[in-house]
């Protein structure tokens, strides 16, 4: 069993930052071995990946926030982070973190992020 926490969401004004975490955990899980990713759900709409990072360290982003967002991995403190710029009214969400590796993936609780205009 895989435990993912998120941390750092929360309000923000428009152009501002915030920096989410997320601390992984099990008695079986290797970090190093997992993709870790962020997703975002908006209120009526679809879960979207808003960033990922990969084994090796590669990334990749979602358009919306290619230039502000960027993705971290810690792996002796098997934790992932979402470093958020310029924030927009549009980036208010759920922010929800992701671990797969083969067929085995894993969500944590989400964290509220909201940007005032």
């Known amino acids: 069993q895989v435990q993912l926490v998120e941390s750092g969401g929360g309000l923000v004004q428009s152009g501002g930052s915030l920096r989410l975490s997320c601390a992984a955990s099990?008695?079986?899980?290797?970090?190093?071995?997992?993709?870790m990713g962020w997703y975002r759900q908006a209120p009526g709409k679809q879960r979207e990946l808003v960033a990922q990072?990969?084994?090796?360290?590669?990334?990749n982003y979602a358009d919306s926030v290619k230039g502000r967002f960027t993705i971290s991995r810690d792996n002796p403190k098997n934790t992932v982070y979402l470093q958020m710029n310029s924030l927009k009214s549009e980036d208010t969400a759920v922010y929800y973190c992701?671990?797969?590796?083969?067929?085995?993936?894993?969500w944590g609780q989400g964290t509220q992020v909201t940007v005032s205009s």
């Open positions: 992701n671990a797969r590796y083969t067929f085995l993936n894993y």
């Open positions: 990072i990969i084994t090796s360290g590669g990334t």
């Open positions: 099990g008695s079986t899980f290797t970090f190093s071995t997992y993709a």
